[in-house]
Nanobody
Framework: VQLQASGGGLVQAGGSLRLSCAASGRTLSYYVMGWFRQAPGKEREIVASILWSGVGTHYADSVKGRFTISRDNAKKTMYLQMNSLKPEDTAVYYC????????????WGQGTLVTVSS
């Protein structure tokens, strides 16, 4: 599975951005897809995850109500709609994939930088 993240940029606090993660390679039917972020000097944290098939999403408490994860199966693309952005959302965002039932994410895209100015 190859993943390509895009959509990062500079935005003012309160603004919005949409990240995209294009997937290629094997079928994703049995995969869980996730968005992670890593801010300077901090550990990487999971932001949101979604089942590629079926219904199921998960959000970190810090983004609930502001971020929405979704996917387009036909385009093999995952999205992260980020609204009401805060300076503390500034980070490099990564998309990742893992097979259902596995603990660790096995496939990672390159990061895309999101900078939120106050």
């Amino acid at each position: 599975v190859q993943l390509q993240a895009s959509g990062g940029g500079l935005v003012q606090a309160g603004g919005s951005l949409r990240l995209s993660c294009a997937a290629s390679g094997r079928t994703l039917s049995y995969y869980v897809m996730g968005w992670f972020r890593q801010a300077p000097g901090k550990e990487r944290e999971i932001v949101a995850s979604i089942l590629w098939s079926g219904v199921g999403t998960h959000y970190a408490d810090s983004v609930k109500g502001r971020f929405t994860i979704s996917r387009d199966n036909a385009k093999k693309t995952m999205y992260l709609q980020m609204n009401s952005l805060k300076p503390e959302d500034t980070a490099v965002y990564y998309c990742a994939a893992k097979i259902r039932g596995r603990q660790n994410y096995d496939y990672w895209g390159q990061g895309t930088l999101v900078t939120v100015s106050s």
